[in-house]
């Protein structure tokens, strides 16, 4: 921690992402953007090269759907980011910013521990953002950390930022950056934003002995007359923050896909402590190895209010050789297959409205999909209609797979026993899963150095078939934690209420509830040691009643069913609007350690996920309820090709907790 009366940001790139959100602007409110993206380091600065350049995409195609004009988004880029037009771009914004403005920076590269220059910090290191122009190590005589930006000049260059825009306005910050953490699985195969090797000169000044012994973030998140802040990061100060394989096979920033993915989902009435719960949601899948932060005052409405909520319909972006383009891609959970209808704009209610045009996604990217037609329109009706969503499809439950072998004759025999795994595919470039064979053994890893099976030994067929069985385990649960819909009609919300036990006439029951607050890390994650009890609460928030089940997604890839449970009918799990069910048996957190996700899957008819999950997908599909056979497909379908669902029929809404050692 600063020990100093001055403002320090203290901007911890300890593998952080930062989102600081505010009061509610005036109406009259401009937003102004600072987007950073740093991916060709020189070789000669010793820095390796990363994929910020697909961050930069991601977010200023959000920041735009964010409400952000391009006229007001200054995109510094590569050779454009130094040290000295990154502190310009800020004193640029805070010209032209005004009291009651919005503010959106990011920082997407590299960052790194320096030595301390004013004995301001206990650990006797600063922390620093890497701009292009900055060196990896000390030279005496050459390069001594002047293009570091460090943490200090950073903070002093928004506090007057803060002040200009007052209480009224709002700041928001991201950086996609890292600089501790040293031990990795994936032997060279993950990108990491930053290093465990701090940048010292050997000149270190003397710590003042108190405060902070290094690491951690602390700033001053409220003042009197400033901007106030929040702060969301993408991990703890001692982990790694990696790149992760997007669904379309791109490297990315962790956070910065979680960011941008879930922009895309918000609602009016989001705060930063719902946007936080959707980015613990991906980032337990994405990067395990990563636990996201969060402080301040997480209650805030998400942009201080001025949030653009995602509609229930889209637009058409521009019309190619016959074929539209929507504003609608992987990130919102369109994939080829999902089919769409066209309807005038101002269309409320579809099924009361007659469709100008028909059609299905062909090709789809994150933020964009083609649209076949079908049949002859006029593309002048498309580019003023309105698009919606008729039967979507999810995307498929397959998983790219790398091989890095000592022995060639291994990546052949793998090779060979994935003709009868359809589910797994063989890649050259940007795998997702990685096997590592070395002598006799093979350790299976994800691109984001998340471990999945550590030190098979090569013994025959058995080994490899215990490798693809374990890969389509885990390509299976990744894609039932990745399937997230919302629908307001259905809209339940489940709750998990940590609580004591006491025995009466022979029965465990419910003793005491208590605050989830006592079990929330100071960053804001949740953490349950092995041994926790707890009851599970849901409630209606939707507009009809609605029928539900619970599914559990352990941290070894384990799928069940928790709720109905025992003797319960099916239709009993059942909630009216604004009405609230406590499942009172008692269930206690066991091993293994890593991330649990609880997710309610609520429906429009009653549905028993229990025989899919104990047959392995083969039980019988008897309410006719569209979720209920993709579900069955996914757990015991051998193509990974999976069918389109009208999602009016289903809502999903997901808690992740993680499991620690007592």
Same mark, same amino acid.
């Given at each position: %921690?600063? @020990? ?26 401009? /937003? ?20 910020? $350049? ?28 130094? @040290? ?7 004193? $640029? ?32 290191? =600063? ?39 007052? @209480? ?135 942009? *201080? ?26 990130? *919102? ?45 006029? %593309? ?7 698009? +919606? ?20 004759? +291994? ?13 797994? &595919? ?30 098979? /030994? ?17 390509? &299976? ?24 036990? @006491? ?18 890390? =100071? ?47 099916? %239709? ?60 069955? $497909? ?29």
């Amino acid at each position: %921690m600063k @020990k100093s009366n001055l403002f320090a940001l203290g901007v911890l790139l300890s593998c952080l992402v930062w989102i600081m959100g505010f009061t509610l602007p005036t109406a009259q409110s401009e /937003k102004y953007a600072l987007l950073i993206t740093v991916a060709d380091y020189p070789k000669s600065s010793g820095w390796e090269t990363l994929s910020s $350049d697909r961050d930069g995409e991601l977010l200023m195609e959000s920041m735009l759907r964010a409400g952000f004009k391009k006229v007001n988004i200054i995109h510094l880029s590569n050779e454009q980011a130094t @040290k000295e037009n990154i502190v310009g771009a800020i004193r $640029d914004i805070q010209q032209r910013a005004g009291n009651g403005d919005v503010v959106w920076i990011h920082f997407s590269g590299h960052g790194q521990q320096i030595t301390d220059d004013n004995g301001d910090e206990i650990d006797g290191y =600063d922390e620093a953002l890497i701009p292009i122009d900055a060196q990896k190590n000390f030279q005496p005589g050459i390069y001594a950390g002047e293009n570091h930006l460090r943490d200090d000049l950073f903070g002093q260059q928004l506090l007057p930022l803060r002040n200009r825009l007052g @209480k009224k306005g709002s700041v928001l910050i991201t950086i996609d950056a890292c600089h501790s953490g040293t031990a990795t699985r994936s032997s060279g195969t993950a990108t990491y934003r930053g290093t465990g090797e701090a940048f010292d000169t050997g000149e270190n000044t003397q710590p003042l002995g108190t405060g902070d012994k290094g690491g951690g973030m602390h700033m001053n998140l409220s003042t009197d007359n400033s901007a106030p802040m929040i702060v969301i990061s993408g991990a703890r100060h001692d982990q790694l923050n990696s790149e992760i394989i997007d669904p379309s096979g791109q490297a990315v920033g962790s956070l910065s896909y979680a960011i941008a993915a879930n922009l895309n989902r918000v609602k009016s009435n989001f705060s930063y402590a719902t946007l936080f719960e959707l980015i613990k949601i991906d980032m337990a899948t994405l990067a395990p190895n990563q636990d996201p932060q969060i402080e301040g005052d997480i209650h805030t409405e998400l942009f *201080s209010g001025s949030v653009v909520e995602q509609m229930p319909y889209y637009t058409v972006s521009e019309v190619v050789d016959n074929f539209p383009i929507v504003n609608m891609g992987k990130m *919102s959970g369109v994939h080829v297959g999902t089919q769409v209808h066209f309807y005038p704009i101002g269309t409320q209610n579809p099924e009361d409205a007659k469709a100008i045009a028909e059609g299905e996604v062909i090709s789809s990217d994150e933020l964009f999909s083609t649209i076949q037609l079908n049949g002859n329109v006029e %593309m002048e009706e498309i580019r003023k209609s309105w698009v +919606f969503v008729t039967a979507q499809n999810f995307g498929d439950i397959g998983v790219n797979v790398g091989v890095f072998a000592e022995d060639r004759g +291994f990546e052949k025999q793998f090779e060979k026993s994935l003709k009868e795994r359809p589910l797994l &595919r063989l890649v050259n470039e940007q795998p997702e899963v990685i096997l590592q064979q070395k002598g006799d053994f093979v350790d299976v890893v994800t691109h984001s150095d998340a471990m999945i099976l550590d030190g098979v /030994k090569l013994e025959g067929d058995s080994a490899l078939e215990k490798i693809s069985g374990r890969l389509e385990k885990y390509s &299976r649960a990744k894609y039932l934690r990745q399937l997230n819909y919302q629908n307001d009609v259905l809209d339940l919300e489940l709750e998990i209420v940590p609580v004591t036990y @006491k025995k009466v006439n022979g029965k465990y029951v419910v003793d005491e509830e208590l605050d989830l607050a006592e079990y929330t890390t =100071d960053g804001g994650q949740v953490e349950f040691p092995v041994g926790t009890t707890f009851i599970l609460r849901i409630t209606n928030y939707g507009r009809k009643r609605a029928y539900f089940n619970v599914l559990h997604i352990g941290p070894e890839d384990d799928i069940d069913v928790y709720l109905p449970l025992g003797n319960q009918n099916a %239709m009993e799990l059942v909630l009216n609007p604004r009405q609230t069910y406590t499942f009172e048996r008692i269930v206690q957190i066991t091993d293994p350690i890593g991330f649990d996700i609880f997710k309610v899957v609520a429906t429009d008819v009653p549905i028993d996920l229990r025989p899919i999950v104990q047959s392995g997908g083969t039980g019988n599909k008897r309410s006719g309820n569209p979720f209920e056979a993709l579900f069955s $497909d996914v757990l015991g379908s051998q193509t990974a090709t999976q069918r389109s669902v009208k999602p009016s029929t289903f809502h999903t809404h997901s808690i992740a907790v993680k499991v620690v050692n007592p």
